[in-house]
């Protein structure tokens, strides 16, 4: 009879355990999600994902996946350069979540005759250092003269600083790995309109990097017309093994300048939290300047002669 009663104790007392353990997993579990370009099915690199209502988030690594626990009571946005933003409870979320390109019809391209020749033009100078946070994206509307309308974009080059000024020499070399992001619009009333490279570009920077990073467009056919382009930059983070791991005042430092040029008859910077669908003119007054200041980009153009 002992025997019986022990055997059923034991029974019971798995039972409960088993319960027990899953309760917890069902309350602490976390699950796997991917994000992927709705059109080209390619998961997306390094989206931002944010909580709504706390303070926080989080990014999705190289292969678009991120991890979060089901029983988190809040609903997240998510967003990536070049695509529209959605938001979804934390309890509804799909495996595999969808985010839908700004302007899923690229432009018509236009290929040109002749022989081409290089040209640079843009800001010669780039005298003021912009330690990035995470948290919002740059813009800078360019608009040609006329001599440089209807060329094409060969590449994009972004000046940058590689070391911070204020850390102890002993650290001036330390090693970094950091993500870039970029995209390139047509304009429309001096703001983004269409898109006109097939996916946002994602630049890998380290100490290595030099002091300007040229990122080679060729390939995608961005014609310069009148009305200009418009370069957005977003500042991702530091990352480790495919994961981002800092998000503030990270390396490399975007290069901004207070010294107008010629090559352009037309320009302004713009900044945009992540969360926001809304650009804004830099306000250099707010930022204790006495000059408003530009994100000094310059153009690597491909002229054509027949």
Same mark, same amino acid.
């Given at each position: 009879?002992?025997?019986?009663?022990?055997?059923?104790?034991?029974?019971?007392?798995?039972?409960?355990?088993?319960?027990?353990?899953?309760?917890?997993?069902?309350?602490?579990?976390?699950?796997?999600?991917?994000?992927?370009?709705?059109?080209?099915?390619?998961?997306?690199?390094?989206?931002? *994902? +944010?909580?709504?209502?706390?303070?926080? /988030?989080?990014?999705?690594?190289? $292969?678009?996946? =991120? @991890?979060?626990? %089901?029983?988190?009571?809040?609903?997240?946005?998510?967003?990536?350069?070049?695509?529209?933003?959605?938001?979804?409870?934390?309890?509804?979320?799909?495996?595999?979540?969808?985010?839908?390109?700004?302007?899923?019809? *690229? +432009?018509?391209?236009?290929?040109?005759? /002749?022989?081409?020749?290089?040209? $640079?033009?843009? =800001? @010669?100078?780039? %005298?003021?250092?912009?330690?990035?946070?995470?948290?919002?994206?740059?813009?800078?509307?360019?608009?040609?003269?006329?001599?440089?309308?209807?060329?094409?974009?060969?590449?994009?080059?972004?000046?940058?600083?590689?070391?911070?000024?204020?850390?102890?020499?002993?650290?001036?070399?330390?090693?970094?790995?950091?993500?870039? @992001?970029?995209?390139?619009?047509?304009?429309?009333?001096?703001?983004?309109?269409?898109?006109?490279?097939?996916?946002?570009?994602?630049?890998?920077?380290?100490?290595?990097?030099?002091?300007?990073?040229?990122?080679?467009?060729?390939?995608?056919?961005?014609?310069?017309?009148?009305?200009?382009?418009?370069?957005?930059?977003?500042?991702?983070?530091?990352?480790?093994?495919?994961?981002?791991?800092?998000?503030?005042?990270?390396?490399?430092?975007?290069?901004?300048?207070?010294?107008?040029?010629?090559?352009?008859?037309?320009?302004?910077?713009?900044?945009?939290?992540?969360?926001?669908?809304?650009?804004?003119?830099?306000?250099?007054?707010?930022?204790?300047?006495?000059?408003?200041?530009?994100?000094?980009?310059?153009?690597?153009?491909?002229?054509?002669?027949?």
């Amino acid at each position: 009879m002992n025997t019986v009663v022990n055997q059923y104790t034991l029974l019971k007392y798995i039972k409960m355990r088993l319960i027990i353990v899953f309760f917890i997993t069902s309350f602490c579990y976390s699950q796997n999600h991917v994000i992927v370009d709705s059109k080209t099915k390619e998961p997306i690199a390094y989206a931002n *994902i +944010k909580f709504i209502k706390e303070d926080g /988030g989080r990014y999705s690594n190289d $292969k678009g996946v =991120f @991890k979060i626990k %089901n029983n988190i009571k809040d609903s997240i946005q998510i967003s990536c350069l070049g695509f529209s933003s959605i938001t979804r409870e934390v309890s509804n979320l799909k495996d595999t979540i969808f985010l839908v390109p700004d302007v899923q019809k *690229i +432009k018509e391209v236009v290929i040109q005759s /002749g022989k081409s020749k290089l040209k $640079k033009i843009g =800001f @010669k100078k780039s %005298n003021l250092n912009w330690f990035g946070s995470a948290n919002i994206q740059l813009g800078l509307l360019i608009k040609p003269t006329k001599e440089n309308e209807n060329t094409h974009i060969n590449s994009i080059l972004i000046p940058v600083k590689n070391k911070h000024s204020n850390i102890n020499k002993d650290k001036i070399d330390k090693n970094f790995n950091s993500i870039i @992001k970029m995209s390139v619009f047509s304009v429309k009333n001096d703001l983004p309109h269409e898109i006109l490279v097939e996916a946002p570009i994602t630049i890998k920077c380290n100490q290595n990097t030099g002091n300007i990073i040229e990122v080679d467009i060729s390939n995608e056919y961005v014609q310069l017309e009148p009305t200009g382009v418009f370069v957005c930059i977003e500042m991702v983070g530091e990352v480790s093994n495919g994961v981002i791991i800092n998000q503030l005042n990270f390396l490399p430092a975007l290069k901004f300048t207070n010294k107008k040029t010629k090559d352009f008859t037309f320009f302004k910077s713009f900044v945009k939290p992540k969360t926001s669908n809304s650009w804004h003119e830099f306000d250099y007054k707010k930022m204790g300047l006495d000059k408003q200041i530009f994100l000094a980009l310059k153009l690597m153009l491909s002229t054509y002669k027949e």
